[in-house]
T-cell receptor, first 107, second 113 residues
Framework: KNEVEQSPQNLTAQEGEFITINCSYS?????LHWLQQHPGGGIVSLFM???GKKKHGRLIATINIQEKHSSLHITASHPRDSAVYIC?????????FGAGTTVTVRA | DTAVSQTPKYLVTQMGNDKSIKCEQN?????MYWYKQDSKKFLKIMFS???????INETVPNRFSPKSPDKAHLNLHINSLELGDSAVYFC????????????FGPGTRLLVL
């Protein structure tokens, strides 16, 4: 079993809808990362968090350390948000990755 | 100004050949990584280096040999390439360790025929 589990695997939303992606991890971590991979293949870091909540524009990431769970929310989704979103658990110079969630936002 | 660059972007080669992928970061970071993304798009760490020293070697076959000549460079040499080595290889760097934001290179698509 993978150390990091994401759900759902795929998600389709209409433009403007609120999107939530969930991530659970089974290992101790020093930080939880959310990454975005666009269809072109490049990977960009969205958030790195070790507690609480972070917000950047329409994106919000939360983490519950006790429950070993994190969520990524996209508010007012837009077709340009279509990408693969990847959760990764970081500790001791190592990232363990989830399988990714493919998000498609339709206009 | 590319923060993390990789060369080449594409690499097509025959089984059994030896090839190298180069990575350079101009961010002044201490830690660099190699990741492999397989055909199912699953990312997995291969190596991490801190201050030119190998920290993580994640059960990678010894046909893969990373080399860090200085903190800004982490190269990956692959001997005797196999079909299963076909993947996208990403280099990344952080200021120090995984408690920092990761900056990824654009990836190198390797196809072994």
């Amino acid at each position: 079993k993978n150390e990091v589990e994401q759900s759902p695997q795929n998600l389709t939303a209409q433009e403007g809808e609120f999107i939530t992606i969930n991530c659970s991890y089974s290992v101790g971590i020093s930080a939880l990362h959310w990454l975005q991979q666009h269809p072109g293949g490049g990977i960009v870091s969205l958030f790195m968090l070790s507690s609480g909540k972070k917000k950047h524009g329409r994106l919000i990431a939360t983490i519950n350390i006790q429950e070993k769970h994190s969520s990524l929310h996209i508010t007012a989704s837009h077709p340009r948000d279509s990408a693969v979103y990847i959760c990764a658990a970081g500790r001791d110079y190592k990232l363990s990755f989830g399988a990714g969630t493919t998000v498609t936002v339709r206009a | 100004d590319t923060a993390v660059s990789q060369t080449p972007k594409y690499l097509v080669t025959q089984m059994g050949n030896d090839k190298s992928i180069k990575c350079e970061q101009n961010l002044g970071h201490d830690t660099m990584y190699w990741y492999k993304q397989d055909s199912k798009k699953f990312l997995k760490i291969m190596f991490s280096y801190n201050n030119k020293e190998l920290i993580i070697n994640e059960t990678v076959p010894n046909r893969f040999s990373p080399k860090s000549p200085d903190k800004a460079h982490l190269n990956l040499h692959i001997n005797s390439l196999e079909l299963g080595d076909s993947a996208v290889y990403f280099c990344a760097s952080t200021r120090t360790g995984t408690e920092e934001t990761q900056y990824f290179g654009p990836g190198t698509r390797l196809l072994v025929l």
